[in-house]
């Protein structure tokens, strides 16, 4: 049983999450401010938060600075707020996913799993060798696998070879060109990029939850792509 | 129809023109003047006119002055006055020889004289009263001819002088000299030149008349032409510099005549008065001819090539001159104002002292010092003021309108106008601040409604889409629900554009530029397109070249000008047709063309398609998505980021044309 604190100050949006969430292993707590949430975490045992920023009194950026001095527990934060400035921001202030509203409540209810599974299961697995683990992502390569919050990936063996190359160095800018050499073995030629970027695309929608923003496999528009670093 | 079938090829023509002139044309017939083996041949022909219209207008100006003798006198007889007057002067000069002291053996002498020359025999019988013996010469190779002249000299105590009258009182002695000239003439000395002289003289003394008109008029018909053809080449129809044109007109003209006018001059006065001296002073008139007719042809070429004269060194010397006078002023007006000031006041200062060093009245001396104590601090004074002024107003020109001009030390009409310039300064910023202040202002109070507006929606878009799942009675109710959240998420579409397109429009967006490859963007772009223009049924045809090409750019924005270009292709193209897109390098820009074929007719210009909440099939209301502010923002966007965007409309043809610059 995981123990949800949904923060929003419409509580239509605590419903309708509260609808879109319901599975028998959760249970939900409510606040419709940042102070109410500070308390509902000192007093309960809460598993993940889902907070919204802008709200009365206290919001939701202090609201989890405050929380982060007494639990590592993640929080999604879920704002009406897209600005990239906004996201850094909430993202550097120790939130763990950020998704904007309005929201497709299919990514909300991924996220919400992804992160559960992470923050309870693998926690801070030992690492083994042969295995590159970033964020979720969890490369074996003795096993020749891939697994996302612990679920195993279906992966085409060139999909496999690039995201190896990618988590094996991460934080690189790797161009198409150089995938196409690193990978496929051989000097591009013709439209062989843009079978790299096919590829990626593919493999984006296999390890993202949402593919248009994506976590892990970063797109460097005119320069290439790149698995980002573990925080 | 007929009239549009016409029209096409000449069309085709026009446009050919550019690449392929050569093909669509025949080669243009250049004039003769183009002609380089025309010129030649009309420079040596000209030349060879000129030198024989001098020299018959010399022989022409000859035979007019000399007393009509040519047409008096019959050819022989002048031929024979001819002979005898070089016969005396021979005979001269064998009796000279006799007389000569320095010779050794005058005998010898004589006969290699005589024998050079075409005389078949000479004797001179002296007076008895002298001391030589008579003398004879007898050529053995010239056989005699009718031609005799017989000469009496006579000796008045200073050598020999001919006379013809038969009785000379006073003469010491005499000598008797015949000459016999030889029947043919072998050798070559004056008499075969007279005789040839006159040979040539008399068969021309008519033509030569023609000749020197029809030389005259050729020599005048090549100059034209010449001056005509100079400077025109074959490959251009415009006139062209030629090598020697690059040298100065001036020193060119100098150098040529000094080398062909004096210094053959200087040469010929050097030399022995014989036939070859004819040849010589051939030779070197002539090429004074062709020199002068090379220095007219240098000068109409500068002539029409224009401003001949600044390629003198006349031109250049008083041109060098100017230059350095107006440098000086400018010098001068560029200084700082108070270093100007002091020199004036320097140099006026100068001046009164000049004046005071003549001055004898010691009252004029004392004022003029005053005086100058007096102005010259004064001077300073007031452009120190003038500098704080120009410094102020120079600063706000420059767009510093905060800077205040300090008032210290200033009085009068200058502190009026240091305030006057302060309160203009105050006032632009006032206003500029206001400006920036109410832009950044419009775009938050968007980006905070946008916020306002998101929350309710959010819950419009939740609970149309619980109601669409409920197991509900009526399947209306889905419909219905389907309907609201179809336009809920438009509506969530919208809010998001309007906020970047005011963002973007005014300039309120974090841009930074770093080196891009465009080719790995298109090919991003082409993997991230690939199966969205599938499903709306088009063909993506990329064209990226090998060559790497690279822009300063801000990747992320350029690619949101490309994810609204292409998906505005997959919205509005034409299902089963091709999207193109392709890169290439003009002259220093990069281009980025996206083509596509517009399903709906677009009646509209490319204007009116980029304003805002414009879209292609202008109706704005029919079923398919996108709000029509992809365009705008693509082209703020771009325009950010230092780069052009333009639309082309060609019938149903839809072309953006997006440029930057090359690193």
Known sequence: MYNILICDDEQDIINALKIYLS??????????????????????????????????????????????????????????????????MGLNSGADDYVTKPFNPNEVVARVRSQLRRYTQLGSGTPVSQVITIGGLELNDTEKTVRLDGDDLALRPKEYDILKLLMGNPGKVFSTKEIYRLVWKDSPAGSSENTVAVHIRHLREKIEINPNEPRYLKVIWGQGYKIEKDK | ????????????????????????????????????????????????????????????????????????????????????????????????????TDIDSPTESAYAFVDMRNVASMTIEFSSDLSFKN???????????????????????????????????????????????????????????????????????????????????????????????????????????????????????????????????????????????????????????????????????RVKLGGWWKNTVIYMIVHGIWKGIKGLFKLFFKMPLVWKTSLIAAFIFLLDLIFVGFADDPEKVIYIFIRSVLLFPALIYLALMLRKLLNGSKAMAEGNIDKQVSTKGMFGDFKQAANNLNSIGKGMSLAVEERTKSERMKTELITNVSHDIKTPLTSIINYSDLISKEPAGSEKIAEYAEVLHRQSEKLKRLIDDLVETSKATTGNLEVILAPCSVNELLSQAEGEYEQKMESAGLTLVS?????????????????????????????????????????????????????????????????????????????????????????????????????????????????????????
């Open chain 1, 23 to 88: 599975n028998p292993e959760y249970s939900f707590l409510e606040a419709t401010n940042g102070r109410a949430a500070v308390e509902a975490v000192e007093s309960n045992d809460v598993h993940l938060i889902l907070m919204d920023i802008m709200m009365p009194g206290m919001d939701g950026i202090s609201a989890m600075v405050k929380i982060r001095e007494i639990s590592n527990v993640p929080v999604i934060l879920l704002t009406a707020k897209s600005e990239d400035a906004d996201k850094i």
């Open chain 2, 135 to 301: 003398w004879s010469f007898t050529s053995s190779v010239k056989e005699p001819g009718d031609m005799k002249f017989t000469f009496m000299f006579y000796d008045f105590g200073d050598g020999f002088v001919e006379r013809s009258s038969s009785v000379v009182l006073g003469a010491k002695s005499s000598a008797k000299v015949t000459v016999v000239l030889a029947k043919n003439f072998t050798s070559s000395d004056r008499y075969s030149m007279d005789s040839m002289i006159l040979d040539v003289l008399y068969a021309l003394r008519y033509v030569i008349f023609v000749i020197a008109v029809i030389t005259v008029i050729m020599a005048i018909a090549g100059f034209i032409f010449l001056m005509c053809a100079s400077g025109r080449h074959q490959t251009s129809d415009k006139p062209e510099a030629s090598f020697g044109t690059k040298i100065p007109f001036d020193l060119l003209a100098a150098g040529t005549l000094l080398f062909f006018g004096f210094f053959p001059a200087v040469i010929l006065s050097n030399i022995e008065r014989d036939s070859f001296e004819i040849i010589v002073v051939g030779i070197f008139m002539t090429a004074l001819l062709a020199a002068g007719l090379g220095l007219c042809m240098s000068f109409a070429t």
């Open chain 2, 543 to 663: 064209v990226i070249p090998e060559k790497s090409i690279s822009i300063m750019a801000d990747g992320r924005r350029l690619w949101r000008v490309f994810d609204n270009l292409l998906n505005n292709a997959c919205k509005y193209a034409l299902s089963g047709t091709r999207v193109y897109m392709s890169l290439e390098e003009r002259g220093s820009d990069a281009v980025i063309t996206f083509k596509n074929t517009s399903r709906e007719a677009l009646n509209i210009s490319a204007d009116e398609l980029m304003e805002r909440f414009v879209r292609g099939d202008k109706s704005r209301n029919s079923g398919t998505e996108g709000n029509g502010l992809g365009l705008a923002i693509a082209r703020s966007l771009t325009e950010l980021q230092n780069g052009k965007l333009e639309l082309f409309i060609d019938g149903d043809l839809f072309k953006a044309e997006i440029r930057f610059p090359l690193i």
């Open chain 2, 1 to 100: 129809m007929e009239e549009n079938n016409k029209l096409i090829p000449t069309e085709n023509i026009e446009t050919a023109e550019d690449t392929a002139s050569p093909v669509s044309h025949p080669i243009k017939k250049l004039p003769l003047t183009h002609s380089l083996p025309a010129k030649v041949a009309a420079f040596i022909l000209t030349i060879i006119a000129a030198a024989v219209a001098c020299v018959s207008i010399a022989v022409c100006a000859m035979l007019v002055t000399s007393n009509h003798q040519v047409y008096t006198v019959p050819k022989d007889e002048m031929k024979r006055m001819m002979y005898e007057n070089e016969a005396c002067n021979n005979a001269r000069n064998v009796l000279s020889l006799f007389r000569d």
